[in-house]
């Protein structure tokens, strides 16, 4: 793993690093005047984190055999729109601007459950961002989400996913319960906005 | 990169067939003149197939590609079974018109690097002269496969890994812009499953992008003007494949407000790169044009409607001094902040 570490690290400072700068502006460029986006990021997986994901198993065996090729969040992006509509929109104009390889809406799976939403994509990365003939990824993921699902997410992110210590039963249905309140805030805050502010605002593609 | 396989494939018309023909194939060898003939077509794929395309994801959103899969199981065997499979795409969506085929898969490997050119030479049919003795022999030819001008299609993929790699290509297909949607579906859309790299929207918006910045930022009064030209002429193109280099050359621009209009491309091969042309996505970006006077005065209208809207008449050729009207009742005044 540690040549893995070192190879990703070199790939991180060199390639993805810069890259993330580009592609953040490009993704502000093209969605810029779009009505009620809360912001737009564009990142370069951690070295620690792409080793960790490097490592994971599938019983018994690691998960990935050639994890800096297979391993498609090296680079990653993600819209925050205030509401669930709206998060809906930009995800339409997204296969516009940018060929995909997956697009997933992602919602629990059993219509009893609640927990992690949003709405993923596989992209390439556009040519005019890099200067390779050959660049050493090709693709990006973009996450559109509304507000309260990143924010749920997040937290979900940073108290779920400890190894050294699980969650108890009582503190997984305690996750699920914010779930399903940020659920609920996103669907009364859609119809709310749709009532007062009608879903106005510009949604005729993205701007310059 | 040497050619190290070579498999051929007889595919006939099957579109909307229930029950699908058995389809010959065999491997070539290669040595001779039909592997001399074929070299090539492997060796400059690369620079005959001019479109970048990419493989799209199943119907559900899926990270799978039937198209793809075939490939990578052929490049994985080499053998004639694997590649029977890519053949029998083909003759599923090969109609009447389309016709009579002989399918090539090549493939070649160097440094852990792939590479896989799959080309259609359509059939056609031909006269065979033979001189002997002093007389002229001829003989009518059917099912002779021609590497056609207007109707061959190849498509080549190279990659060292099959998780990253092998989602992207080139394609060269002479019929694409053909407005029968048949035929310009045929090759890339309906049997490789895939479409242009660049989406329409994303390749208009990167050339409007490029033409707005080239008219704002160059100070060469002979480029505005032929930005301005573009503008206009750009107004009756419809939808269609097509690349920022084909389009300065359609209009005859001149050398040096291409290489400015170039100079705003970013990345390798952009300038090239082939699209489906969006014209409300080109007017969008364009939709005010505003010139300056050097008496101060600043005029803005529709781009589509600019000419309509002002009258200029020159007053002294020989200074660049001219009059511009217009008429009409005032609706609206605005402040914006100044440049200093």
Not at chain 1, 128 to 157: C, G, M, N, R
């Amino acid at each position: 793993m540690s040549d893995i570490r070192e190879t990703f690290a070199k790939r991180y400072a060199d390639f993805l690093s810069p890259l993330a700068v580009r592609l953040e502006e490009h993704l502000v460029d093209l969605f810029r005047g779009y009505p009620r986006i809360d912001r737009i990021t564009a990142r370069a997986k951690a070295v620690d984190s792409f080793v960790a994901k490097a490592e994971r198993k599938d019983n018994g065996n690691l998960k990935y055999d050639d994890p800096l090729n297979q391993i498609q969040d090296q680079l990653g992006a993600r819209i925050i729109a205030f509401y669930k509509s709206d998060a809906e929109k930009i995800a339409q104009e997204v296969p516009k601007y940018f060929r995909h390889i997956e697009s997933r809406k992602i919602v629990p799976d059993s219509e009893k459950e609640f927990g992690y939403e949003g709405i993923h994509f596989i992209l390439f990365v556009p040519m005019e961002l890099y200067d390779e003939q050959q660049p050493v990824i090709e693709f990006f993921e973009l996450q559109v989400k509304t507000l309260f699902q990143h924010a749920w997410s997040e937290a979900d992110h940073n108290l779920g996913y400890k190894p050294f210590a699980p969650l108890s039963r009582d503190q997984k249905r305690r996750l699920a319960f914010t779930a399903a309140q940020a659920w609920g805030a996103d669907h009364v805050f859609d119809e709310l906005c749709r009532q007062t502010v009608g879903g106005s605002g510009r949604f005729s593609g993205p701007s310059d | 990169m040497e050619l190290s396989t070579i498999h051929s494939f007889l595919v006939r018309p099957g579109k909307s067939d229930e029950t699908q023909q058995d389809i010959s194939g065999a491997a070539v060898p290669l040595t001779g003149k039909l592997f001399e003939m074929l070299k090539p077509v492997f060796v400059h794929a690369e620079t005959e197939c001019q479109h970048n395309i990419a493989f799209l994801p199943a119907e559900d959103g899926a990270q799978n590609n039937e198209c793809r899969n075939a490939l990578i199981a052929y490049i994985k065997n080499s053998d004639v079974a694997s590649g029977r499979a890519i053949a029998k795409r083909l003759q599923e969506v090969t109609t009447r018109r389309s016709g009579l085929g002989l399918l090539f898969l090549l493939t070649g490997n160097e440094n852990g690097v792939t590479k896989l050119v799959v080309s259609r030479f359509p059939a056609d049919s031909a006269i065979l002269a033979e001189e002997k003795h002093k007389t002229l022999n001829v003989e009518f030819l059917e099912r002779v496969f021609m590497k056609s001008a207007t109707t061959y299609k190849a498509a080549v993929y190279s990659g060292s890994s099959f998780a990253k790699d092998f989602w992207k290509g080139k394609a060269d297909d002479k019929q694409l812009a053909n407005s029968d949607r048949y035929i310009a579906d045929y090759w890339i859309r309906e049997f490789l499953r895939s479409d242009f790299l660049t989406p329409g929207q994303a390749g208009t918006r990167r050339f409007a992008l490029a033409v707005r910045n080239t008219i704002n930022q160059s100070s060469e009064p002979s480029v505005k003007a032929d930005i301005a030209a573009i503008q206009h002429l750009m107004k009756n193109m419809r939808k269609q494949v097509i690349s920022p280099k084909r389009i300065l050359d359609r209009f005859n621009v001149a050398d040096v407000t291409r290489d400015e209009i170039r100079s705003h491309y970013q990345g390798v091969g952009t300038f090239d790169d082939n699209f489906t042309f969006v014209p409300d996505e080109f007017s969008k970006h364009l939709a005010v044009q505003t010139i300056e006077i050097d008496n101060g005065a600043q005029l803005s209208a529709p781009t589509d409607k600019f000419e309509e809207i002002f009258e200029t008449e020159v007053v002294n050729g020989s200074t660049g001094i001219v009059r511009i009207s217009t008429q009409g009742r005032i609706v609206d005044r605005r402040l914006r902040k100044g440049r200093k």
